[in-house]
Structure formats: C-alpha cells, structure tokens
C-alpha cells in the first residue's frame, strides 16, 4: 500500500484537475485496505466537504462528510481540528446548536482559535444574535495576525445594522470593510471566497435570458432561467431573491417565500430577502408573518425609522392601536429629518384622534407634523380637527384661517371653517365658508348638506334647505345622512310617503356605510304615519 504521503499526492493532482469525484472514488479504494487510519477519513471528509461546497454541485454531501469524521474522532479523541471540521459541517447543514457545541469542543482540545471563534460567530450571526456575532468576531481577531479578511469583513456587516443613528458605528463599519481588503492577500479562505463570486461568469447567459424576459413580461420564461442559473450554482443570495421577485408577480406568493427564506438562510444579513419575503406575506394578507419578519428585520436595522412605520402600518390594519402607535413614535424619534417623517407623524395624530381617542396626543402629533412640512394642507386639515376636538376652538380657528391663505381655493378647508364656525354659533360666517366651498367644488355633497342643515335646524328656511339637500344627493346618492336630512324636510312639508321612501334609503345606505345611528332613522319612520 501507498503512504500517505503519495496517496494525499494523488488525491491533490485529482482534484487540481477538477475530478474530485475520482479522488473521492480513491481515497474510498485506500480506505477499504485501511478502515481505521483517522488520516484518510480526514482527507474523505474534506473531499466530501468541498465537493458539497462547490458553486456547481447542487447535491448534498454534508451527512458523508460528518461520518468520515466522527470515524475519525473515535480514534482522535483530543485532536480540536477534528472537531471544528465536525462543527463547520453541522453549521452548514444548518444545524447551528450542534456545530457550536462542536467548536467549544474544538477549543477546548486546542484547534485553531480564530476559525473556531470566526465560526461561532457566523452561527451567532444566522441565529440573529448580532451583539454576540461581534463579540466572537473580536476574539477571532485577537487570535489572528494577518488571515484576518473574512473576519473584518463580518465586522463591516454586523457593523452596518447601526447605520441609520450612530456615525461612530458608520465609520467603523468602513474602516472594517478597508481593513478585509487590505488583509485579503494573506488570507486563503478569504481569496477562495471572492474566487466564488467571480464564478457567476458561468451562469451569464442564464441571467442575461433571465433579465430579457423579466424585460418582455415572459415571466414563466424568467422562472426557467433563474431556476438554470440555481441549479447551475446554488449558494448565490441574489438569484432566490430574483426568482422570488417572479413569483410574487405571478401570484405564485408560497414559492416566492420559499426562495426568500433560502436567500435569508444563505445570509442572515440580506436585506433584500426581508423585504420581498415581507412583501409576499402582505400581499397574501397574512399580516401577523409579515410583522414576525419586520421584527426580524428591525433587530438587523432597529434605528431605520420607516421599518417601524412599516411595521406600524400592519398593527393599525390589526386594529392593535397601542403597538402601532409605539412603532410610530419610534419612526419619528429616530430620524425627524426623514422625508417620510410628516406623514408617519400626520398618522400618528389621526390614530390618536380617531382610534385611541386621546385628544391631547392627536394634537401634539399633528403639530410635529406641522412643525415638519409647514406646507402640507392635509396636516392643517388633521390638526383642526384634532383642536376641534379638544374644544380649543381659538387654536382650529387659526389653523384653518392659516391653510386658506395658503390655499384660498380648498373647498375642503372652507368646508371645515364652516363647521367650526356654525358650531361656535356664527351662523352668517358659517353660511359664508360653505358657499365658497361649493363655489371652488359645486360637487362637494357635504358641504351642500351642511349647509342645508343650517337652513333647516337654524333658519326654518325649508325651501332654501330642500334644495342642498337636493344638491348633496345629486352629488353622492350614496350619502345616507343627505337622504335623511331631505327626508326631514318632505315630512315638514307634509309629503310623509316620500318621505318614507328617502328615510327607507338612509336606512339601507346607512347599512354599508355606518354614518348614522340606525336608530334614529328608523324613529323618524316610525313616527310619520302614528
């Protein structure tokens, strides 16, 4: 029999010529004359090990390899690489638990403490335990000189998650970044990882098949492809994210998860995988998945202000008012200066408003929005309302009598002076505001309708309040409060069966649109004929 010398020898030239399957093939042949030399399940493990490794292999190999080590354990019981090759095999397998009891073993038994520390950190960092990830990232430093790449570069990674508020954190992510390229010469597994990445030359015409016919709106052809390309070399985050991005235009949402998922296995740190895996349980309407991912994707970024308005979003469509609001808060403090800010701030306000009830808060958020985009005429809208509310009249006055002279043409906000006006009792102000609110929209049935009212309650005016009621319906024959109103007026006028018939409207309208008490409808129908 051939030393091992000679037999490593001939496994390397095999393998230098691409045929690792015949190295495998040969190694075995040797191992069936000496089943228990630990050296030889060793090099049988590493080959499995490389060729499950491989860009261009899509089957799996891990289970051979971990059995020619553990072979080779029960003869080496205190050799540590033994055991971080067990670990590094478990961890790509997935079974991350396994593969960190396998590297404190490993340290334990005195193997390699910057690999080991590097691989705990990396299954810290697939576990989402980032703080840990770079701690273990530091310590695999300390034990390293110049091989130290692959180590910086997932500092550069971790790093990034505190972008969004912490500059310290910013510079120091680039100062790592700079660091792996600068080490990247003295560090093997490093250069074998970038060789990787310049593989995906041999899937260009996949791609390139792939991007036409996402282009031309062939997306079936486009799943072929991309499904080519993972097939030619599977490993490459970027490839499941774009198949994903097909399936969900194709309504294919379950597969599109899938494929999100593997990118997200593949590096944990990917965001695009969040985001399209977030957007496929939203489309799909499965809203408790989508905030489960959100806050997966909020630990990797927690100051990015529009993940919690996002995630926000989601609680208010639950109808969890109280998280949404806490998410929309966050969204604000965490960066004010973002161009989204007012309108995350706008919401916050008409959630309080409407939803929490909590008037003084509704003011508060909505004058942040203010303060923020002074020109947005639908926050002066929102912040009237909300002083209405709070019965500080004084302040709505000023806000909406601001938003006319920034827009003296807005039907809406001359509507809403109009009330506010009629409500302090001015009724010629009142009378004045919504006729220049149908002026500048003579469809705004509201306005006809509140003005109607006036007519009606105040002046005893029933023609006049006939006719806008009239109006209103015109407008929207869907507005049950406008059916209602003229309803009043018929029976004033002693027409009781149309009456009937415009109170029988409300109450059917009133169903699907929830304006009014039914109740009261249904009394005033009541009462025409006792």
């Known amino acids: ?73 029960e003869t080496l019981l205190d050799n540590g690489e033994v055991y971080y090759k067990i670990g590094f095999a478990f961890f790509h397998k997935g079974e991350l638990d396994r593969a960190l009891n396998y590297f404190e073993m490993a340290l334990k038994n005195n193997a390699n403490k910057s690999q080991c520390y590097f691989m705990i950190a990396n299954c810290y960092k697939k576990k989402e335990r ?127 998860i899938i494929e999100y998922k593997m990118a997200r296995w593949i590096d944990s740190l990917y965001l695009p995988a969040y985001v399209g895996l977030v957007q496929a349980y939203e489309e799909m309407g499965e809203y408790e998945s989508a905030i489960e991912t959100y806050k997966k994707f909020i630990t990797i970024h927690p100051n990015n202000p529009i993940l919690h308005s996002q995630i926000a979003n989601l609680y208010f469509m639950k109808g969890e008012h109280n998280k949404a609001v806490s998410h929309y808060q966050s969204a604000i403090l965490l960066n004010p200066k973002h ?51 709070k019965e500080d009249y004084v302040n709505a006055l000023k806000v909406y009598r601001r938003a006319i002279e920034l827009q003296p043409t807005n039907a809406k906000i001359h509507c809403n002076l109009g009330f506010l006006l009629w409500g302090l009792g001015n009724l010629t102000e009142a009378i004045s505001e919504y006729e220049l609110s149908i002026k500048y929209d003579p469809t705004y049935a509201i306005a006809h309708n509140n003005l109607g009212v006036i007519y009606l309650d105040d002046l005893a005016q029933i023609q ?51 304006e009014m008490d039914p109740n009261e409808i249904q009394d005033r129908l009541n009462s025409l004929f006792e």
């Not at 260009?204 to 070399?233: G, N």
């Not at 007012?342 to 508060?364: K, R, S």
């Not at 009239?470 to 018929?490: G, Q, V």
């Not at 029976?491 to 009456?499: D, H, N, T």
Request: aromatic share 12%; net charge neutral.
């Open 1 to 73: 029999m051939a030393n091992l010398k000679e037999i490593n020898k001939k496994i390397d030239k095999l393998k230098h010529k691409g045929e690792i399957q015949k190295a495998i093939e040969y190694c075995q042949s040797v191992l069936l004359q000496e089943p228990s030399n630990p050296e030889l399940n060793i090099r049988l493990g590493d080959l499995y090990m490389d060729w499950h490794l491989d860009v261009y292999q899509a089957k799996q190999y891990i289970d051979e390899a971990i059995i020619q080590y553990q072979k080779a354990c």
């Open 130 to 256: 980032y703080a840990d990830a770079l701690d273990e990232a530091d310590k695999a430093l300390k034990c390293a000189f110049l091989n130290t790449s692959r180590i910086h570069y997932l500092k550069h990674r971790l790093l990034r998650i505190a972008f969004f508020s912490n500059q310290n954190s910013k510079w120091k992510s680039f100062l790592e970044l700079m660091l792996s390229y600068l080490t990247l010469p003295f560090d093997p597994e490093a250069k074998k990882d970038v060789a990787k990445k310049f593989k995906i030359i041999g899937i260009s015409k996949e791609l390139y098949l792939a991007a036409k016919a996402t282009r031309s709106r062939h997306y079936l052809d486009a799943v072929k492809y991309y499904s080519q390309a993972i097939d030619k070399m599977p490993g490459f985050t970027t490839l499941y994210c774009l198949l994903g991005d097909i399936y969900r235009i194709l309504g294919r949402h379950e597969e599109a």
């Open 339 to 389: 161009e989204k800010a007012p309108e995350i701030a706008q919401t916050l306000g008409f959630l309080l408003q409407h939803f929490i009830e909590n008037d003084e808060a509704a003011v508060l958020a909505f004058l942040t929005a203010y303060v923020l985009d002074t020109g947005n005429l639908d926050i002066y809208i929102g912040l009237g309302a909300a002083f209405y509310e």
């Open 464 to 514: 006049k309040a006939a006719d806008c009621f009239k109006a209103a319906l015109e407008y929207d024959p869907n507005y049950a409060l406008a059916h209602y109103n003229y309803a009043r007026c018929l029976s004033i006028k002693g027409e009781k069966v149309e009456a009937a018939k415009y109170y029988r409207a409300a109450l059917d309208i009133n169903a699907l649109t929830k």
